[in-house]
C-alpha cells in the first residue's frame, strides 16, 4: 500500500465505547451485505455537508483496547503495547511509525501505541480526537493513512492492508493525483484537497 511515510521509514478506524459496537460479523464492507459502516453508538457530526456524513459513518473508538479489537475482527492486532515501549524493544529494526509525530502536538495525537501482524510486521494505532487537525498535519506531511472518526491505523505488511482494506476504515489521501477504480467511493474529507476512499491501493 502506498503509506507514503510508512514505508519510507518501515522497510493508518471507529467503533463505540462498548464491545457491540464494533458491529457484527455481516458487516463487511466489500465482502458483505453491506458497505456502510459499523455505526452503532458513533454520534453523527452536527454539519450537513457530504463529507460529514461520511465521517459520522467510519467506526469510533474509546480507547487502544477498543482498536485493537476492531481490528481483529478483519486482520491480526497481536501484543499491544503503548509506542514507547514498543520502541524500546524495537530500537533500529521494525521499526512503527510516528515517534516524532505524536511528540508533535501539530498532529493532535492523543495515544499511540503498536501491535503485530501475523508476519510480525508493526501496526501503528493513533487516537485523533480533532480529526480536522490530523487530517490537516497528514495533508502537509504527505502522509497516507487508515482512518475512522477519531482514530488512526497505519499498517506496514501488505496482507494486513489488504485485510484492513475489508473493514469500515477508509483510505486517507491527500494526493491530487489519486484515483479509485469504478465501483469504490471516493469522498471529501474533512480537509479541502484530501479525499476519503474504500479503495486501498497496494
Wanted: glycine share 8%.
Amino acid at each position: 500500500m502506498r503509506f507514503k511515510r510508512a514505508l519510507a521509514t518501515c522497510a493508518l478506524l471507529v467503533m463505540s465505547t462498548s464491545v457491540a459496537a464494533c458491529g457484527s460479523d455481516d458487516d463487511k464492507g466489500k465482502d458483505g451485505a453491506g458497505t456502510g459502516a459499523s455505526t452503532a453508538g458513533a454520534s453523527s457530526r452536527s454539519d450537513d455537508t457530504e463529507s460529514d456524513d461520511t465521517e459520522s459513518e467510519l467506526p469510533q473508538a474509546a480507547d487502544m483496547a477498543s482498536i485493537a479489537y476492531y481490528l481483529n475482527k478483519y486482520t491480526s492486532c497481536l501484543d499491544l503495547e503503548t509506542g514507547d515501549r514498543y520502541d524500546s524493544n524495537h530500537e533500529g529494526s521494525n521499526d512503527s511509525w510516528g515517534v516524532e509525530e505524536a511528540a508533535d502536538p501539530a498532529w493532535g495525537i492523543k495515544e499511540r501505541a503498536v501491535c503485530t501482524d501475523t508476519s510480525g510486521h508493526p501496526i501503528t494505532l493513533l487516537t485523533a480526537p480533532d480529526m480536522k487537525k490530523f487530517q490537516t498535519a497528514v495533508k502537509k506531511d504527505g502522509t497516507e493513512v487508515a482512518v475512522g472518526q477519531d482514530f488512526a491505523v497505519i499498517p506496514v505488511g501488505d496482507q494486513a492492508v489488504q485485510e484492513l482494506a475489508k473493514s469500515d476504515l477508509r483510505f486517507l489521501t491527500c494526493d491530487p493525483d489519486f484515483s479509485a477504480p469504478s465501483g469504490y467511493t471516493k469522498e471529501p474529507a474533512l480537509v479541502d484537497g484530501c479525499v476519503l476512499s474504500d479503495y486501498f491501493p497496494s
